[in-house]
């Protein structure tokens, strides 16, 4: 009968393409869903030729006009694709460890940034200046050692800082931002981004501080000039509002330099002017009760009118 | 001028504060002032001049971005059209239908990856990935597709790579595709061979689509040991679950042509009528 010379035709040429016909790598393998033992429900010889059973399937022998030519190894292409797919598991495990480690280290990077905005924090308490930026300093010792931790990982796999990144991304621009507000308390002057690097012990070519990490922090430390502004007047220093408004506006007018992107660093680069329109009503509310002290620096004038 | 106004200012404020404290006005030097105003000057010019680096920085790196993503959209759509390419495939085009498919991938090579790949130089591989990954993703289903059709096997990561070596410059770094857009890809292709397979089997062509079936269930199976390790698996998670329901519509389909049987499926032959499903028909 057709069917079993059929079936011997396909056991020969099974067995010479296949060697391990009952491998459940094999690609050819049939699941019991096919299996051809199952008597069929209507004996039409028409069945046979496109019968799920095992005997019919294999494409050499395969009556059907449409035939998927086999490569002479096609058990060594499905072992290939075992291959890939172990090499990947295993790619994978070792990326997801240095995940691990990055998160350790960055977590003690957060904890540290946490110490020194604490301390930072004093200045709005009459902290006088120069001890709080002394105490800040011996933190900012740690910070350059944790990031150099996370360099030391990365050079397991160069070229993926960016890859990464975004563990560290947040955590760094809020540690730029503490580094910018202890500059200027100290300087009165912007701390730019390659004195930010080297601060924190970083350098461009390996690890180094992204720009936008860098602008994004910039604008968290803008943040918190109004209430130190405030805080300051409180205090007795009517100063401080010229001081900072000068400084914010400057700082304000820099940043629209910049072609930014509807992104998060826009949106912080927005909240911006509300601190400074904060500082300005400060500065107003001090001038004119007559608090300030006098002695304007002809870069106000610039700034009347200025929203 | 700008002395001459802040005795202005100064004189104006006298004359309309509401109330005049009694306080020693501090008188500056002219020296002094001169010296204040020098040091405002420099330190907003110097922040001027930093911020006008970032500024160039931020316009190139956008306009890289802007076209590694113009790049990425054609390699999409190009792909796209390679992947319908196949799906045209029927018993008795193959071979032609194969064809164009294979040099269209080519031209997408040429064409639109030789784009991508000068952009993405360095560092740029990784940082830009959003920005390209959908390109590549469509890309690696296409070429898997093309692959599986043609051969019956799965076109590997490092095969697919391969292909991309030659098209670089030997001073530029090749583009390589990165494991987590080979794995996004390899998951839509599923989706693509569960279409074919269905197609098949209004064709009559069960082998196929069985074989499909297989290498889908087996393509399921390794992913699932893969995918919680990935990066951002987020996606992949949702795509596993798309692609175990195209599994499963195949395996059903297949099911269905076991258990009806003949009734099911329509009559071969060089004159045979083609699927009632298809609607054609060429009944004598």
């Known amino acids: ?307 | 001028m700008l002395s001459c106004s802040s005795v202005f200012q100064r004189v104006a404020f006298m004359l309309m504060a509401p109330k005049l404290k009694p306080q020693r006005l501090h008188q500056k030097t002219g020296a002094e002032q001169l010296v204040k105003k020098a040091r405002t000057m420099t330190a907003e010019s110097s922040m001027k001049d930093a911020f006008s680096t970032y500024a160039d920085y931020l316009n190139n790196f956008n306009e890289k971005r802007e076209r590694v993503v113009k790049a990425s959209r054609d390699i999409t759509m190009n792909s796209k059209k390679v992947i319908f390419q196949v799906h045209r495939l029927s018993k008795d085009n193959k071979e032609e239908v194969l064809e164009k498919a294979g040099k269209d991938l080519e031209a997408v090579r040429d064409q639109h990856f030789a784009r991508l790949m000068r952009e993405l130089q360095g560092t740029d591989f990784w940082k830009l990935r959003r920005a390209y990954s959908p390109g590549v993703q469509e890309y690696v289903e296409a070429a898997t597709f093309y692959k599986f059709c043609l051969s019956g096997t799965l076109c590997t990561l490092d095969d697919i790579n391969a292909t991309l070596v030659p098209l670089s410059d030997p001073s530029l770094e090749p583009l390589q595709i990165n494991i987590l857009d080979y794995i996004l890809g390899l998951a839509d292709l599923t989706g693509e061979l569960m279409r074919m397979a269905i197609g098949r089997i209004s064709d009559g062509e069960i082998e196929f689509a069985q074989r499909i079936c297989q290498f889908v269930r087996q393509i399921h199976r390794e992913l699932m040991l893969v995918v919680p390790k990935m990066d951002d698996s987020y996606d992949m998670k949702s795509k596993m679950e798309v692609m175990l329901q195209s599994v499963i519509k195949i395996e059903n389909a297949c099911f269905s042509v076991h258990v009806r049987g003949s009734e099911y499926i329509p009559l071969l032959g060089d004159d045979a009528p083609t699927s009632y499903l298809l609607g054609a028909a060429d009944v004598e």
């Open chain 1, 1 to 307: 009968m057709m069917s079993s010379a059929f079936r011997n035709a396909h056991l020969t040429a099974s067995r010479l393409i296949n060697p391990k016909p009952f491998s459940s790598s094999s690609i050819l393998h049939f699941l019991p869903l096919c299996s051809g033992d199952a008597s069929p429900r209507r004996s039409n010889p028409l069945r046979h030729r496109n019968s799920v059973s095992p005997s019919s399937s294999f494409p050499f022998c395969s009556i059907s006009s449409f035939c998927i030519p086999m490569a002479g190894g096609d058990g060594q292409g499905s072992h290939s694709l075992e291959k890939q797919f172990d090499s990947f598991r295993v790619q994978l495990e070792e990326s997801a460890a240095l995940r691990e480690q990055i998160r350790a280290v960055v977590m003690e990077i957060e904890s540290a940034t946490r110490l020194i905005q604490a301390n930072l924090l004093l200045v709005h308490q009459s902290r006088p200046i120069p001890e709080v930026i002394e105490k800040s300093k011996e933190k900012i010792n740690d910070l350059k050692k944790f990031y150099g931790r996370l360099a030391e990982i990365l050079r397991e796999c160069p070229g993926q800082y960016y890859r990464y990144h975004g563990d560290w991304r947040s955590e760094t621009q809020a540690v730029v931002s503490q580094l910018a507000f202890m500059h200027w308390l100290e300087t009165g002057t912007l701390l730019v981004h390659t004195e930010a690097e080297e601060k924190l012990g970083l350098n461009s070519l390996e690890f180094g501080l992204e720009t936008e990490d860098y602008l994004t922090g910039i604008c968290f430390m803008s943040n918190d000039l109004p209430r130190y502004v405030v805080n300051r007047v409180t205090a007795g220093d009517y100063d401080c509002p010229r001081k900072v408004m000068n400084f914010l506006t400057d700082l304000h007018a820099a940043f629209r330099m910049l072609n930014l992107r509807n992104d998060f660093l826009r949106k912080k680069f927005d909240s911006m002017k509300y601190d400074l329109r904060r500082v300005e009503e400060v500065y107003y509310d001090v001038k004119i009760r007559g608090l300030i002290s006098g002695g304007d620096i002809p870069g106000v004038q610039v700034t009347q009118g200025q929203s």
